[in-house]
Every structure is written in C-alpha cells, then in structure tokens.
T-cell receptor, first 112, second 116 residues
Framework: GQQVMQIPQYQHVQEGEDFTTYCNSS?????IQWYKQRPGGHPVFLIQLVKSGEVKKQKRLTFQFGEAKKNSSLHITATQTTDVGTYFCAGAAPGGYNKLIFGAGTRLAVHP | GAVVSQHPSWVICKSGTSVKIECRSL??????MFWYRQFPKQSLMLMAT?????????EQGVEKDKFLINHASLTLSTLTVTSAHPEDSSFYIC????????????FGEGSRLTVL
C-alpha cells in the first residue's frame, strides 16, 4: 500500500537557524498537504500542493512539491520559538478523494 | 473557519467496556470524515473513512468489529471502541472534509482513551 516517509524524525535548532523536513511517497500523489501539531494539540492545516514542481511560500515557510509528485519539502527560514511542534506531510493518492496518509512527522525544537 | 468538535476529550474506562467518541462538524456539512489513531510521539494512523449514510471503509489491519463507526448525518460521526482493552489506549482523532478547493481537513481536538 501507499507509504509516506518523512525525515528527520527530530530536529533541534537554535533560534534563527533554518530548518527543513523532507517527505517521500512510494507512489505518485495527487496532492500533498502539510500540517503542524503543537504539543498536546491537534493537527492544523498549513498548505496543499497540487502541481508538479509547485513552490509556495507563507512568510518564512517554503513548501515544494517534486516534479514527479512523489516528494515534498518544508523549509523554515530563521526559526522562532513559535515554530516548535511536529510537522507532518500527508499525501493523497490519485482518486483517493483526500484520503490522506501521514508521514511520521518531524518534531522541531527551537532553543532560544 | 470550520470547526470540528470531538467529545469526550478524555475518557478512562475499565477493560471490557465500550466507549463511544463523537465527532461533530459545527458549521459545515462534512461529506467525509476520517478517524485516526495516534500513539505518543508518533504519526497519525488512518483507521477508517466514514461517509454519511454508508458503511465505513476500514484500513487494512483495523478490526471493524472492534472499532464501530457510524456516520448518521452530515455533521456527526461516531467511533465506538467495543470491549476495550489496555492496548486500545491511545489518542483518537477525527477529521472532516467538506469538499473545499484547498482539500483541507479539519481536525477535532482528539480524544485520549485510557483503558485500565
């Protein structure tokens, strides 16, 4: 079945450093979504990528979708303590009408 | 924005009892709801897809007789953990999809089940 792998599992950075998490699917995706989960909270939608090679930015966050629509990345520039949490990618297979398979998540710790 | 409410937030029960968790979309009609299970510091594991008025579609390895899902209306889906055992202790989260262009899922707050 469809698998979504995400690395790294953990990342500790100093405030102001950059951070990147990578996601790779075993199959071609129709779209990929990114979510953030704060400790004790529930996942919150960040963005959806649909097109091959798509790049989207949200302030300090840059999201990319690979040309083959099988991999994606989230890059945070100049991290802040408010960026702390676990970032999940979630892929939807073609025809899966938004049935998402989540990656393992990357837990980000930011030290002031 | 859209809000999904999940109840109860916490539940502790004795082994062998059944527990029902409710997932409600408060300000939109959800064509599809999903149920996930999350172990501490782990990812969300999709358990089943719930469509209003039809039987839920379970993922491989998820016991449908153990985890009963009912989607009686466009705003309510329920998950019943039957004859719960300690290994069923987990964080259960529902999400709702209303068919928007962004494909966004709206998540409930989650329900933490502890089976003694």
């Amino acid at each position: 079945g469809q698998q979504v792998m995400q690395i790294p599992q953990y990342q500790h950075v100093q405030e102001g450093e950059d951070f990147t998490t990578y996601c790779n699917s075993s199959t071609t995706l129709s779209n990929i979504q990114w979510y953030k989960q704060r400790p004790g909270g529930h996942p919150v939608f960040l963005i959806q990528l649909v097109k091959s090679g798509e790049v989207k930015k949200q302030k300090r966050l840059t999201f990319q979708f690979g040309e083959a629509k099988k991999n994606s990345s989230l890059h945070i520039t100049a991290t802040q303590t408010t960026d702390v949490g676990t970032y999940f990618c979630a892929g939807a297979a073609p025809g899966g009408y938004n049935k998402l398979i989540f990656g393992a998540g990357t837990r980000l710790a930011v030290h002031p | 924005g859209a809000v999904v409410s999940q109840h109860p937030s916490w539940v502790i029960c004795k082994s062998g009892t059944s527990v029902k968790i409710e997932c409600r979309s408060l300000d939109f009609q959800a064509t599809t709801m999903f149920w996930y299970r999350q172990f501490p510091k782990q990812s969300l594991m999709l358990m089943a897809t719930s469509n209003e008025g039809s039987k839920a579609t379970y993922e491989q390895g998820v016991e449908k007789d153990k985890f009963l899902i009912n989607h009686a209306s466009l705003t309510l889906s329920t998950l019943t953990v039957t004859s719960a055992h300690p290994e069923d202790s987990s964080f259960y989260i529902c999400s709702a999809y209303f068919g928007g262009e962004t494909g966004e899922l709206f998540f409930g707050e989650g329900s933490r089940l502890t089976v003694l």
